[in-house]
RNA sequence: GCCUGAGUGAUGGAAUGGUAGACGUGCCGGACUCAAAAUCCGGUGGCAGAGAUGCCGUGUGGGUUCAAGUCCCACCUCAGGCACCA
């Protein structure tokens, strides 16, 4: 064997070589087809780089190197995000400025990253927090300004405590701060925030231009929120003033028999004078306000309320009058802070109507069965007996009559459900000491009677009774129904299975139900000019262009995304660049006079009364308007830590421009970015984010594009060995320097794209790692094999051809375990061969190249087998020397296998058929049988079916 | 609750509707070694059988098909996203 440097020196050598020659350094301008790859930059935190980082970074350096391999000018930077409140924590503890803990820690991820042999190209590297770079990020906020995309507004902001900052709707989703973990409250608060709701729809049809992984798409649509409906005014009683509601079931306008206002709702302000409780509401409204952690984090559902003593609303259509209620199950910022109620169809409102006994109107009837023509109207009823002690369930078993069901029966002309029910129960059981225990509303169903050849829609009560004591009466059946029917008293389980007619086992499970209310299609009734109908989409529509034209409501459209709450009271973030003068209200700062630097001080403390830290420092603050020339005072605010990543991608086609944040001509180059990877974390939050602001961009008419990414995808996470998330406190953080240093950078990439699907998690195992090492010395001990030859081996020539398709393949679909299988298996066989030649083991050395791509450069190099890899071409694969001359293929007997036979490519279907039927083992399992027919599928199976 | 996915050996995971379990790990047996590690060779879904082979087997129950892990319906479980959004 040729000697060989330690795996370590190999891999520094070689990330030298690659530096030295510029290996990935982008051109701008290149003849070369433009490919655009990106990982998410890391925030570079103090606890340095994780396993996690390496799945994506080798995954998205495989294709980039197998992509340059191919001939394409590919682009793929790496650069750093670096505002953010772990280093201003950092910087507060130790009195130092934040940059200078960036600058540490971007320098100990850098190392890293370098140790993986990760293709970036770091001349285009930046940090977010260069002034170079947020130079750019306060010229684009002035662009949002000057478009009206920008606005300072009071509002109700969520309010962190512990972070003393205010926070987005993304970054408090579930009442909590995503950073720290306390309860947001709610705080007044004066804040710069983007129109970002004004592209909720584009934000939504805009990922029809883009091939996103699904998930992704799903998370960004259910984040949007969008949800269509109609507005509707609801008139008050006691004053000359309308309650605007939102609802997407007009539908069920006949059944709202309350309203619900949010307890923030500007009515009981405007209209305390004629409130009689305003002490009751007040205090409600306090209580809701101070929520405890335990009621917010549990999400307790538990309805409260209380009713509007003095107000009361009228029905638009079916003019009664209804009570109104604030309660905190409606939301001040969504829709308008109003509802209407309807309990037989909402879960909530049923939930609230029953806590409050509010009437509960039904007018969506459930429908079971199959509609026909000229059916034959008739009510009926099910009822259901609980016997309590055994907890069964009375059944008659008409076998094949009928099989299971419940009791049933039609109603006679002025028979109530509960009178017919009683009656039919004494006459098929006998039993007569039952307890009557409720009724449901009533379903619509329809079935046809063979023996009457007549159709049926019968309006079916359902109720359920209690088993008092086995008394029975003599029953005294019809003579057509004596002896028929067992009586059966069986288990909910056995229900489930066997009763098998649609409107007894629908009626049995709404009797069971704890929540009486129905949400699904069905028919309307007690709904005037919608009775009748059975179709909600038609419903709605008639009753939209019935409101439309009494001017009592309109179609309306709602997102649950809201307006991008733009500042953050920190220091450690990009500064505002605006001014605020007496005279001119709010001044950009003018370009030239671009960015606005962070000051250099050693104090950053966030303030308890909500202020910026950069309030206190008022050499910064106080300054000049641009405008006028007279004293104004700087925005002490700061932008979020989600704006320097808005962008960003943009930068990497031109970083070191000063005169523009990104040429036209790089825009027009580099175009959309081709392949983008991160976290599923960020699949919503800085996707729209990003996706927003390049739409903007796009808009003002400053990028070519729409939408920015073409494509988007999401790793798994890899979690600890024993399948746990990784952490500090579990102790099973696997750092990868450790395994760089004893296994090599090449074996953990190799592990890290063998683990398994990338899309999915996968935990962490030592011994599996182990493996990928073991194959990489395969591979370098095959070397001892080779000889002149530079042609393929013709032993390895077909194997050689569908490794290359499928490693091609497989690296294009993300299918990285499956490609390293394949090298493995190529490389088992290249072990079992005598000797190979240079050529087979050059291309195999170039196919394993992208994902391991020291060893293989280094092999290549020592024995003289060509130029280095990473200046070579990717190997193409001859179609035709992939074809099988002889195949093995299955025979069946009925499905089964029996045996297998070989096959040339061009046997006809007769040759096969002959030999499948000559197989002894396939001829025992004929014996005694006729054969009806013969399935032959060429090169892959014969079916044999017989009788 | 709603929306996505996913359920396959001891284990990570493979399978254009066509021989289920590729490849890796582990385990068992063997070689080398004084011994161990490393390495190499063989075996490895379950049950029955000396073996040939047979039966069973991809979360559960149905269905479509000559043929289902794969398609359809219902259900169960797990993971992720959203969640009092009207």
Same mark, same amino acid.
């Given at each position: 064997?040729?000697?060989?440097?330690?795996?370590?020196?190999?891999?520094?050598?070689?990330?030298?070589?690659?530096?030295?020659?510029?290996?990935?350094?982008?051109?701008?301008?290149?003849?070369?087809?433009?490919?655009?790859?990106?990982v998410e930059?890391p925030?570079?935190?103090?606890?340095?780089l994780h396993v996690g980082h390496v799945r994506s970074y080798t995954a998205i350096d495989t294709m980039?190197?197998?992509?340059?391999?191919?001939?394409?000018?590919?682009?793929?930077?790496?650069?750093?995000?670096?505002?953010?409140?772990?280093?201003?924590?950092?910087?507060?503890?130790?009195?130092?400025?934040?940059?200078?803990?960036?600058?540490?820690?971007?320098?100990?991820?850098?190392?890293?990253i370098? +140790?993986l042999?990760i293709?970036?190209?770091?001349?285009?590297?930046?940090?977010?927090?260069?002034?170079?770079?947020?130079?750019?990020?306060?010229?684009?906020?002035?662009?949002?300004?000057?478009?009206?995309?920008?606005?300072?507004?009071?509002?109700?902001?969520?309010?962190?405590?512990?972070?003393?900052?205010?926070?987005?709707?993304?970054?408090?989703?579930?009442?909590?701060?995503?950073?720290?973990?306390?309860?947001?409250?709610?705080?007044?608060?004066?804040?710069?925030?983007?129109?970002?709701? +004004?592209?909720?729809?584009?934000?939504?049809?805009?990922?029809?231009?883009?091939?996103?992984?699904?998930?992704?798409?799903?998370?960004?649509?259910?984040?949007?929120?969008?949800?269509?409906?109609?507005?509707?005014?609801?008139?008050?009683?006691?004053?000359?003033?309308?309650?605007?509601?939102?609802?997407?079931?007009? +539908?069920?306008?006949?059944?709202?028999?309350?309203?619900?206002?949010?307890?923030?709702?500007?009515?009981?302000?405007?209209?305390?004078?004629?409130?009689?409780?305003?002490?009751?509401?007040?205090?409600?409204?306090?209580?809701?306000?101070?929520?405890?952690?335990?009621?917010?984090?549990?999400?307790?559902?538990?309805?409260?309320?209380?009713?509007?003593?003095?107000?009361?609303?009228?029905?638009?259509?079916?003019?009664?009058?209804?009570?109104?209620?604030?309660?905190?199950?409606?939301?001040?910022?969504?829709?308008?802070?109003?509802?209407?109620?309807?309990?037989?169809?909402?879960?909530?409102?049923?939930?609230?109507?029953?806590?409050?006994?509010?009437?509960?109107?039904?007018?969506?009837?459930?429908?079971?069965?199959?509609?026909?023509?000229?059916?034959?109207?008739?009510?009926?009823?099910?009822?259901?007996?609980? +016997?309590?002690?055994?907890?069964?369930?009375?059944?008659?078993?008409?076998?094949?009559?009928?099989?299971?069901?419940?009791?049933?029966?039609?109603?006679?002309?002025?028979?109530?459900?509960?009178?017919?029910?009683?009656?039919?129960?004494?006459?098929?059981?006998?039993?007569?000491?039952?307890?009557?225990?409720?009724?449901?509303?009533?379903?619509?169903?329809?079935?046809?009677?063979?023996?009457?050849?007549?159709?049926?829609?019968?309006?079916?009560?359902?109720?359920?009774?209690?088993?008092?004591?086995?008394?029975?009466?003599?029953?005294?059946?019809?003579?057509?129904?004596?002896?028929?029917?067992?009586?059966?008293?069986?288990?909910?389980?056995?229900?489930?299975?066997?009763?098998?007619?649609?409107?007894?086992?629908?009626?049995?499970?709404?009797?069971?139900?704890?929540?009486?209310?129905?949400?699904?299609?069905?028919?309307?009734?007690?709904?005037?000019?919608?009775?009748?109908?059975?179709?909600?989409?038609?419903?709605?529509?008639?009753?939209?262009?019935?409101?439309?034209?009494?001017?009592?409501?309109?179609?309306?459209?709602?997102?649950?995304?809201?307006?991008?709450?733009?500042?953050?009271?920190?220091?450690?973030?990009?500064?505002?660049?605006?001014?605020?003068?007496?005279?001119?209200?709010?001044?950009?700062?003018?370009?030239?006079?671009?960015?606005?630097?962070?000051?250099?001080?050693?104090?950053?403390?966030?303030?308890?009364?909500?202020?910026?830290?950069?309030?206190?420092?008022?050499?910064?603050?106080?300054?000049?308007?641009?405008?006028?020339?007279?004293?104004?005072?700087?925005?002490?605010?700061?932008?979020?830590?989600?704006?320097?990543?808005?962008?960003?991608?943009?930068?990497?086609?031109?970083?070191?421009?000063?005169?523009?944040?990104?040429?036209?001509?790089?825009?027009?180059?580099?175009?959309?970015?081709?392949?983008?990877n991160g976290g599923m974390?960020?699949?919503?939050?800085?996707?729209?984010?990003?996706?927003?602001?390049?739409?903007?961009?796009?808009?003002?008419?400053?990028?070519?594009?729409?939408?920015?990414?073409?494509?988007?995808v999401a790793h798994g996470m890899i979690l600890?060995?024993?399948?746990?998330?990784m952490?500090?406190?579990?102790?099973?953080?696997i750092?990868p320097?450790?395994v760089?240093?004893?296994?090599?950078?090449?074996?953990l990439r190799c592990y890290e794209m063998f683990i398994g699907d990338y899309e999915k998690e996968a935990a962490w195992?030592?011994?599996?790692l182990?493996?990928?090492?073991?194959?990489?010395?395969?591979?370098?001990?095959?070397?001892?094999?080779?000889?002149?030859?530079?042609?393929?081996?013709?032993?390895?020539?077909?194997?050689?051809?569908?490794?290359?398709?499928?490693?091609?393949?497989?690296?294009?679909?993300m299918?990285f375990n499956?490609?390293v299988?394949?090298?493995?298996?190529?490389?088992?066989?290249?072990?079992?061969?005598?000797?190979?030649?240079?050529?087979?083991?050059?291309?195999?050395?170039?196919?394993?190249?992208?994902i391991?791509?020291?060893?293989?450069?280094?092999?290549?190099?020592?024995?003289?087998?060509?130029?280095?890899?990473?200046?070579?071409?990717?190997?193409?694969?001859?179609?035709?020397?992939?074809?099988?001359?002889?195949?093995?293929?299955?025979?069946?007997?009925?499905?089964?296998?029996?045996?297998?036979?070989?096959?040339?490519?061009?046997?006809?279907?007769?040759?096969?058929?002959?030999?499948?039927?000559?197989?002894?083992?396939?001829?025992?399992?004929?014996?005694?049988?006729?054969?009806?027919?013969?399935?032959?599928?060429?090169?892959?199976?014969?079916?044999?079916?017989?009788?």
């Open positions: 064997m040729i000697k060989m440097m330690t795996i370590n020196d190999i891999e520094k050598k070689w990330q030298k070589y690659w530096d030295d020659n510029n290996t990935f350094v982008a051109k701008n301008n290149s003849d070369k087809e433009k490919y655009f790859y990106l930059f925030y570079p935190s103090g606890s340095g980039a190197r197998k992509k340059r391999m191919m001939g394409y000018n590919v682009l793929f930077p790496m650069g750093w995000d670096a505002f953010g409140a772990p280093a201003e924590q950092y910087a507060i503890k130790n009195h130092i400025h934040p940059k200078e803990a960036v600058a540490e820690n971007i320098k100990t991820f850098k190392g890293q370098k +140790d042999g293709s970036f190209d770091w001349s285009r590297e930046f940090s977010t927090t260069d002034p170079e770079y947020y130079k750019w990020t306060q010229w684009q906020f002035i662009k949002f300004y000057e478009h009206d995309m920008a606005y300072k507004a009071k509002k109700s902001i969520n309010w962190c405590p512990n972070c003393k900052t205010g926070l987005s709707n993304e970054d408090s989703s579930g009442g909590t701060c995503e950073r720290c973990g306390s309860v947001v409250v709610q705080k007044e608060k004066d804040q710069w925030v983007l129109r970002m709701s +004004d592209y909720a729809e584009d934000l939504i049809t805009g990922l029809d231009e883009t091939d996103f992984q699904e998930r992704i798409k799903t998370a960004q649509i259910n984040w949007i929120g969008k949800s269509t409906g109609a507005e509707v005014d609801f008139k008050i009683k006691e004053i000359d003033e309308k309650l605007k509601v939102y609802t997407t079931r007009p +539908d069920t306008l006949y059944g709202v028999t309350f309203m619900v206002i949010a307890p923030e709702h500007p009515y009981i302000d405007l209209y305390s004078g004629i409130i009689n409780n305003m002490n009751e509401i007040i205090d409600y409204r306090e209580k809701t306000n101070f929520k405890t952690e335990f009621e917010r984090l549990n999400m307790t559902k538990e309805k409260t309320g209380v009713r509007i003593d003095g107000l009361t609303a009228i029905n638009p259509i079916t003019n009664k009058e209804i009570p109104i209620y604030i309660s905190d199950y409606v939301m001040m910022n969504y829709g308008t802070g109003a509802i209407m109620a309807v309990p037989a169809h909402d879960d909530r409102d049923y939930e609230f109507a029953s806590k409050f006994n509010i009437e509960i109107i039904p007018v969506i009837e459930q429908i079971t069965g199959e509609q026909r023509e000229n059916e034959e109207q008739k009510n009926s009823i099910v009822a259901v007996i609980y +016997d309590e002690e055994n907890n069964k369930y009375l059944t008659l078993n008409w076998k094949e009559l009928g099989g299971r069901l419940f009791i049933g029966g039609t109603r006679k002309d002025n028979e109530t459900a509960l009178e017919t029910a009683v009656r039919e129960i004494k006459e098929e059981t006998g039993y007569t000491d039952i307890r009557f225990i409720k009724e449901i509303s009533p379903i619509n169903h329809h079935y046809f009677a063979y023996n009457k050849n007549k159709a049926y829609e019968i309006e079916s009560i359902g109720l359920l009774f209690k088993l008092i004591s086995d008394k029975k009466e003599t029953n005294n059946l019809d003579e057509d129904e004596k002896g028929k029917f067992e009586i059966e008293w069986v288990s909910r389980e056995i229900i489930e299975k066997e009763v098998k007619d649609e409107l007894h086992i629908t009626t049995f499970r709404n009797l069971l139900a704890e929540n009486n209310y129905y949400a699904g299609d069905g028919k309307m009734v007690n709904s005037g000019i919608l009775n009748g109908l059975t179709n909600k989409k038609e419903s709605i529509n008639k009753m939209l262009e019935y409101l439309e034209k009494e001017g009592i409501g309109y179609k309306k459209t709602n997102y649950k995304l809201q307006d991008w709450i733009f500042t953050r009271q920190r220091f450690w973030g990009e500064p505002i660049p605006l001014v605020c003068c007496d005279e001119c209200g709010w001044v950009p700062v003018k370009e030239e006079d671009l960015p606005v630097l962070l000051p250099d001080v050693a104090e950053y403390e966030p303030t308890d009364d909500g202020e910026s830290p950069l309030a206190k420092i008022e050499s910064w603050v106080n300054t000049t308007c641009p405008k006028c020339g007279k004293p104004a005072k700087r925005e002490t605010d700061t932008m979020p830590n989600w704006a320097g990543s808005s962008w960003y991608w943009l930068r990497y086609m031109d970083p070191k421009n000063d005169k523009e944040f990104v040429s036209k001509e790089a825009l027009n180059y580099w175009g959309q970015l081709d392949w983008y974390e960020h699949a919503t939050r800085h996707l729209l984010y990003a996706r927003f602001w390049n739409q903007f961009l796009y808009n003002i008419g400053l990028v070519p594009y729409k939408e920015p990414f073409k494509t988007r600890g060995e024993g399948g746990e998330k952490s500090k406190s579990k102790g099973n953080v750092n320097d450790d760089v240093k004893k296994q090599g950078a090449d074996a195992s030592e011994q599996s182990n493996g990928c090492r073991r194959f990489l010395d395969k591979v370098i001990k095959l070397q001892d094999k080779l000889n002149n030859s530079d042609e393929y081996s013709s032993s390895l020539e077909k194997i050689i051809n569908k490794t290359i398709k499928k490693v091609t393949e497989d690296i294009d679909n299918k499956t490609a299988s394949a090298l493995m298996i190529l490389t088992n066989e290249m072990t079992d061969k005598e000797e190979i030649s240079q050529k087979d083991y050059r291309t195999l050395l170039t196919l394993l190249n992208p391991a791509p020291h060893i293989t450069e280094e092999l290549n190099e020592i024995n003289h087998l060509g130029n280095p890899l990473c200046e070579s071409a990717w190997p193409t694969y001859d179609e035709e020397k992939i074809i099988d001359e002889e195949k093995e293929i299955a025979v069946q007997v009925n499905g089964k296998l029996r045996g297998t036979i070989i096959c040339a490519i061009n046997d006809t279907e007769e040759e096969i058929k002959e030999k499948a039927l000559s197989d002894s083992n396939v001829q025992k399992h004929l014996e005694e049988k006729e054969i009806v027919k013969v399935i032959v599928i060429k090169n892959r199976i014969v079916n044999i079916v017989a009788k």
